[in-house]
């Protein structure tokens, strides 16, 4: 079959159904009565069961917590594998909702995945997708274009965006240009954690389209902002928060490193064009502390959506942009950030809706990135423009009438590479240009290349993936 053939997203929201059938459709009604959580242990893992869905349980539309982090690998939570990071927040988030194992971002860099999570689509729909990832001004996230975030207030839905957004530069591209009603964050791909200090040396830190003046460290100052969102009353109105710690992301300062962020913002005022890069810089160490501390923060946003009483209807998403970076305990995946082998867009994905999912739940459904982008679409009774379907298909059908997901095609295409997979099957070409195929079913980490073995599968993944790219814009240049 053909990689998300357009039908899977106009049959999921298409045709006559309004807002009102489509949530009828996905069992919104009257709020859940609340029910326990699973009971906490040490580790995730040997408390899961495979993923089940309840279809007796209904609810209202719910709150959606987005929570990203930023070049965080698949493996570098410790309900994940990490041996040396400990993250009991996120542990504790899976252990009360669903852990995804083959969950995959929509791109291996950080623009074009925020594209493909704001719009529902292949990043290369779009010509700041192509960018990977936008650093000028001249690409950007168009304002006409349709996004969760513009979907969602036109259904009646609060939005904000808290932290990074990087699909795009003022004038001409904003949050507050595309759908969400709050912003408050940086624009760019990177910034010095105290200074605020982007790429160019420019000032970043914005709250709507003004600048903000705070000098403590970053992190910090978005979890407040975050736990303020949470803990307000919406009155009768649901809300939408995308918030997008830049956290693990360089440069290596960790909260307090006041001398390093001392002596990066020198280096930048100065005029180094990649100070930010902090490629002299940084440790396991640094990282584990910077992990941890994203792990921390998290919790703290969530105490507070528990004490604001909003806990049970409030779908609340953890996931990061792409693979893990120089530091990230990738093992046992092969590449990493800016690579389309396993370890560049295989990402941790935890969800949990108390009033409608179980806890201590895993799976093992391949997804990615705009599955999420059409899964809270219908979860919020809306449906996609028709000019613009989308690439993801929905997992609502999945996730809470147990319906079994169809066997479809995820594909990535970055400047240079090239992926596709179908169930366990994966097509890669990465720079060397020579196809390979793995079965990742055995083989997790891409080394048993199967190519010569089975050439009329590779030929069959290889004309799926051209004929999904035919239909994309071309690269520029």
């Known amino acids: 079959m053909t990689s998300y053939e357009p039908n899977l997203s ?22 859940a009565p609340a029910h326990a959580a699973p009971a906490e242990a040490q580790h995730a893992g040997p408390q899961e069961r495979e993923f089940r869905a309840d279809r007796g349980r209904r609810s209202r539309r719910p709150n959606i917590l987005f929570i990203l982090g930023d070049d965080l690998g698949w493996a570098d939570l410790s309900s994940y594998g990490s041996p040396n990071i400990k993250t009991p927040n996120l542990d504790r988030l899976a252990r009360q909702g669903v852990r995804f194992t083959d969950a995959y971002s929509g791109s291996a860099t950080c623009s074009p995945t925020r594209f493909s999570l704001y719009t529902g689509r292949y990043p290369g729909r779009a010509k700041g997708g192509l960018a990977e990832p936008i650093a000028d001004k001249t690409v950007g996230l168009e304002p006409t274009h349709p996004t969760l975030a513009s979907l969602l207030r036109d259904s009646g839905y609060a939005t904000a965006l808290i932290g990074k957004w990087h699909c795009g530069y003022l004038p001409d591209y904003s949050p507050t240009k595309s759908g969400w009603g709050e912003f408050f964050g940086n624009f760019g791909g990177a910034l010095e954690y105290y200074s605020k200090l982007g790429l160019g040396g420019e000032y970043d830190l914005y709250e709507g389209d003004a600048e903000y003046k705070d000098l403590r460290y970053y992190t910090r100052i978005l979890t407040e902002r975050a736990a303020t969102y949470v803990s307000r009353d919406h009155g009768d109105k649901p809300w939408l928060l995308n918030l997008n710690f830049t956290t693990p992301h360089w440069p290596w300062i960790a909260d307090g ?18 100070a930010l890069w902090h490629q002299d810089g940084g440790s396991i160490e640094k990282y584990k502390q910077m ?17 604001s ?18 530091f990230s305990h990738n093992w046992p995946l092969s590449g990493n950030k800016a690579s389309l082998q396993e370890g560049g867009i295989r990402v941790p994905n935890i969800v949990r809706w108390p009033a409608r999912l179980d806890g201590g739940q895993v799976s093992h459904v391949p997804v990615f990135t705009p599955d999420w982008t059409a899964t809270l679409l219908e979860l919020a009774g809306t ?19 147990g319906e079994k997901p169809a066997e479809r095609n995820l ?67």
């Open 10 to 31: 106009r049959r999921a929201f298409g045709g006559a159904v309004g807002a009102t059938a489509a949530a009828a459709a996905v069992g919104l009604g009257a709020a």
């Open 257 to 274: 490193d006041t001398e390093a962020s001392a002596e990066v913002t020198r280096r930048i005022k100065a005029g180094d064009g990649r």
């Open 291 to 307: 992990v941890e501390d994203l792990d921390r923060s998290v919790g703290e946003v969530l105490k507070a959506l528990k004490r």
């Open 309 to 326: 009483g909003q806990e049970e209807d409030t779908l609340v998403f953890f996931s990061s942009d792409n693979g893990g970076e120089r």
């Open 383 to 401: 449906r996609a423009n028709p000019a613009y379907p989308l690439d993801g298909v929905s997992l609502a059908g999945y996730l809470l009438r």
């Open 411 to 477: 594909f990535w295409r970055v400047r240079g590479e090239r992926a596709l997979r179908r169930g366990d099957w994966k097509y890669y070409r990465g720079k060397t240009g020579r196809d390979q195929l793995f079965n990742l079913a055995g083989d997790i980490r891409e080394q048993a290349d199967k190519a010569a073995l089975d050439p009329a599968r590779l030929a069959e993944l290889r004309a799926a993936w051209e004929k999904t790219d035919a239909g994309l814009l071309p690269y520029p240049g």
